[in-house]
């Protein structure tokens, strides 16, 4: 039967094709040009770590949360800051200590004389990014209103929902030195955590300039407020969700799941990563692309992203652990053994 809608000639729709991929393109290289306006206001008070400020704006961008590990005195709170005024966004830090409780957290109700009624109290969790600083040191059970925040993008206070702000983002730090007076993170925590970002020891150059810049300042805080505003809060959430319109081949969702299903049978491994491994080396592998000027995914996205996504939701034997080995340098034995695809 006859299509009863006229069709249009093929020259118009291959101009108006045309003319579509065009506006597409332009979006992602708007998008692009912002992020890397986010990195260069970055640098003028993180020196070196191209890696870690990468990492973190790549999980910003993915709308997801991260966990930063490394030596005391690296620039970790100040990174979030900096991140925090780039974006024209709220920032606070929890220090987490032993007997901080989840109402430090969230908030609670308190009785206010003049209305005499109750009032919620908003805690830190309200804001656009939060510093979790040493989020160890806390018990479950404070580590738990968190989780809600990370998971649900909202916090219960005295069985009231409360909705957090958007975009909403956690930093949570840890200290790889420190194991004495320290709750593990449960697993359903850290799976939540959308990358795990290192924070190495900045290279001798690196250090020196550090050095110089702060030799005009009064104390050894760099001040942020030299961070010019790149975005603001609403094209914040309009970049992130410009991430569900990029192209990703059905090879490269393929290539994704058979990464983080070989961690559940590969020597060593006791624990592998979860479906939501495979999901979040996507997630981050989009954003990468996008840094890269790209509105499509190739297989080096996911081999670039998936040590930082991977290797918090992967366990090793006791064996390799005693050895030294890293859950960074298995997931890269790994990589070189599953075939990637050829687009």
């Not at 969702?253 to 299903?261: G, P, S, T």
């Not at 979040?280 to 592998?285: C, D, E």
């Not at 390799?320 to 080995?325: H, K, P, T, Y």
Request: proline residues 6%; hydrophobic residues 45%.
């Amino acid at each position: 039967m006859d299509n009863l809608t006229p069709s249009q000639p093929d020259s118009e729709q291959d101009s108006h094709l045309s003319n579509m991929d065009e506006s597409i393109n332009a979006e992602f290289t708007v998008a692009r040009n912002i992020i890397l306006a986010m990195k260069k206001e970055l640098a003028k008070v993180i020196v070196g770590q191209d890696d870690v400020i990468d990492q973190t704006l790549l999980c910003f961008i993915a709308a997801g949360h991260a966990l930063v590990e490394g030596v005391p005195g690296l620039g970790k709170t100040l990174l979030v800051r900096s991140l925090a005024q780039a974006v024209s966004g709220k920032f606070n830090r929890i220090q987490f200590t032993p007997d901080l409780m989840p109402s430090d957290v969230s908030g609670h109700a308190m009785f206010n004389k003049q209305s005499e009624n109750f009032v919620i109290r908003r805690g830190p969790v309200f804001c656009n990014l939060l510093l979790a600083d040493e989020i160890n040191r806390a018990p479950a059970k404070t580590q738990s209103a968190l989780l809600e925040a990370m998971q649900e993008n909202q916090v219960t206070v005295e069985g009231q929902s409360l909705s957090l702000p958007t975009p909403f983002m956690v930093m949570a730090t840890q200290n790889p030195l420190e194991h004495e007076g320290t709750y593990p993170l449960p697993e359903a925590q850290l799976d939540r955590f959308l990358m795990h970002i290192w924070v190495d020891y900045p290279s001798e150059d690196e250090e020196i300039a550090l050095s110089k810049r702060l030799s005009g300042h009064v104390g050894d805080t760099l001040d942020v407020s030299q961070i010019n505003p790149v975005i603001d809060l609403e094209k914040v959430s309009k970049l992130q969700s410009l991430l569900a319109q990029m192209e990703v081949d059905e090879a490269i969702h393929n290539y994704a799941v058979r990464v983080v299903r070989a961690t559940r049978d590969w020597h060593g491994i006791q624990v592998g990563a979860g479906p939501r491994g495979s999901l979040s080396v996507l997630r981050v592998a989009k954003a990468y692309a996008l840094m890269q000027g790209r509105s499509f995914v190739i297989p080096d996205d996911i081999k670039v992203m998936a040590v930082p996504v991977l290797r918090h939701r992967i366990r090793l034997t006791a064996e390799l652990e005693i050895e030294g080995i890293s859950p960074a340098q298995v997931i890269e034995e790994l990589l070189q053994t599953v075939e990637a695809p050829r687009l």
